[in-house]
């Protein structure tokens, strides 16, 4: 599988030239799964980049984490939903009293947005993404429900030979008193198990943690020591803070990455991996 990253950055889009090496725009990959689909996690900013033109497409499932602005505040200027050949299907999770049609709609009409839902020319279908797994062309999908304020659910992909374990947004050190304890006991334990590639929240240091406890997002050490107890074996740090530039972030990681602990990239946007 080839996994590109089209926005790096959580919270807000921070584009400029403090930015520029790691990416300004909000979550969003793409996993190319076979020659005529594509899969993308999440409609962040980055979803912009995504190539809906290429020879042969015919259909992208969008699979969204959860409803925060920064990764569906893409979705809309997606000019892949403006392909009347085009079928896109869209996965993502229910709350407690609305299905994923009525709550993008709370985005996609006005005021917030000019176009509907029921507007768009792409032949669209609409999945309350269901808790277990399921299947898209090319790709084995499980979701399993994350910590993280609201309806949230991160994903693992499998073509049958490896898998991409995606949890953008999470925060499995909530109420542990020294994280990890139990790693089969951890949230999300079932999508990162002996992953391949692990794209995981990374937001804080360890000492910016203990000011955001409860917020849904995870240290950057909180994350290599789960990916070491998960048995990863690749670890991207995703969901880079909008105040950490890039001289930040390369400060933070080069010892990290030094230590030689284990496999890690920093998310950089437009770069591809292939697993």
């Not at 309806?151 to 995606?166: E, F, M, P, Q």
């Not at 943690?209 to 050490?221: A, K, L």
Request: with cysteine; aromatic share 8%.
């Amino acid at each position: 599988m080839r996994v590109t990253f089209k926005g790096v950055r959580g919270s807000i889009p921070t584009p400029g030239p403090q930015t520029s090496r790691y990416g300004g725009n909000t979550s969003c990959v793409e996993v190319s799964a076979t020659d005529t689909s594509i899969a993308v996690l999440d409609a962040g900013t980055g979803i912009r980049s995504v190539d809906f033109s290429r020879p042969g497409l015919t259909r992208i499932d969008i699979l969204l984490t959860h409803l925060h602005m920064d990764h569906i505040l893409g979705l809309g200027f997606f000019g892949g939903l403006h392909r009347a050949d085009l079928d896109v299907h869209i996965w993502g999770p229910a709350s407690t009293v609305a299905g994923l049609r009525e709550r993008l709609n709370r985005y996609m009409s006005p005021p917030l947005f000019p176009v509907r839902l029921r507007d768009l020319p792409c032949r669209l279908t609409l999945h309350d993404v269901p808790l277990g797994t399921f299947e898209i062309p090319g790709l084995s999908i499980t979701a399993v429900l994350l910590i993280h304020p609201g309806a949230t659910v991160g994903y693992r992909l499998s073509d049958g030979s490896v898998s991409i374990s995606y949890l953008p947004d999470h925060e499995p050190a909530l109420g542990s008193r020294r994280f990890p304890e139990v790693a089969q006991w951890t949230s999300g334990y079932r999508l990162m198990a002996e992953s391949d590639l692990l794209i995981h929240d990374s937001q804080y240091t360890d000492d910016e943690y203990p000011s955001h406890v409860g917020w849904g997002h995870s240290s950057i050490q909180q994350t290599v020591r789960l990916a070491e107890a998960v048995g990863a074996r690749h670890l991207v740090p995703f969901h880079h803070d909008p105040s950490h530039d890039d001289d930040w972030l390369d400060q933070i990681y080069s010892p990290i990455i030094q230590s030689g602990r284990l496999a890690i990239t920093p998310a950089r946007e437009a770069e591809a991996l292939t697993v």
